[in-house]
């Protein structure tokens, strides 16, 4: 089990985390959850300012929550804020294997920060959800090394490995994976979180042929 550490909850009540453990089939490119991924940029791009995205519940909480930790929200965004402000900008969505466009699909649509990690790569079975420790640092995906100090991050025997900002080079979904654990991290408590767990179950079936070994929420 992921436990959410004491620090978390008194500095931010309303923490919870959607739990998905899955075994998967790597796909490079998948054309049907590209096009889905694609449909919704259009529609979003076409309906929203990007003033408009800091609003967003999801969003708007997680903004809340970073500011509680001490860290700049504008500075250290949300994966999903980062993702949404890339397609009003007309900057588009990469595309990276099926089990990571899933992971940023479900992002996009819900507004929440997710984290999918190489299950394999984590050491040990206990898992923390905590504050990064002051001057601590990781590689992030695509981002060299990240300032996490004050970022709420996953922590294993080894140290942290994953943030709702980005997560860390040393766990991340490669053409190898065939574990993955899939987190959807809310700081809007319970609210619409089993709903967005069942669609990303849903997704990671359809498009990863997943087969689901694990689901729980915590907070």
Excluded at 94 to 112: A, P, Q, T, W
Excluded at 176 to 183: A, H, R, V, W, Y
Aim: a neutral charge; charged letters at 25%.
């Amino acid at each position: 089990m992921i436990k959410i550490t004491s620090t978390i909850h008194q500095l931010y009540p309303s923490t919870a985390l959607g739990i998905i453990e899955a075994n998967v089939s790597i796909q490079k490119k998948n054309n049907e959850l590209i096009n889905k991924m694609e449909e919704f940029a259009t529609q979003f791009k076409s309906n929203n300012a990007i003033e408009a995205i800091a609003q967003i519940p999801a969003i708007n909480d997680t903004r809340s929550a970073y500011r509680a930790f001490g860290k700049e929200p504008a500075r250290y965004r949300v994966s999903s804020e980062a993702l949404l402000r890339r397609i009003v900008q007309g900057k588009g969505l990469y595309y990276i294997n099926n089990v990571v466009d899933v992971n940023n699909l479900v992002s996009i649509e819900s507004g929440h920060g997710i984290c999918c990690f190489d299950r394999t790569k984590i050491e040990g079975d206990d898992i923390l959800f905590t504050i990064a420790d002051e001057g601590e640092t990781y590689k992030g995906i695509g981002k060299g090394e990240l300032n996490i100090s004050k970022l709420p991050v996953f922590k294993d025997e080894k140290g942290s490995f994953g943030s709702p900002t980005s997560d860390s080079q040393r766990t991340m979904i490669t053409d190898s994976t065939s574990k993955i654990l899939f987190i959807i991290v809310s700081f809007s408590g319970n609210r619409h979180l089993d709903h967005n767990c069942q669609k990303a179950k849903d997704y990671l079936q359809t498009y990863c042929n997943a087969e689901i070994t694990n689901y729980y929420i915590v907070g």
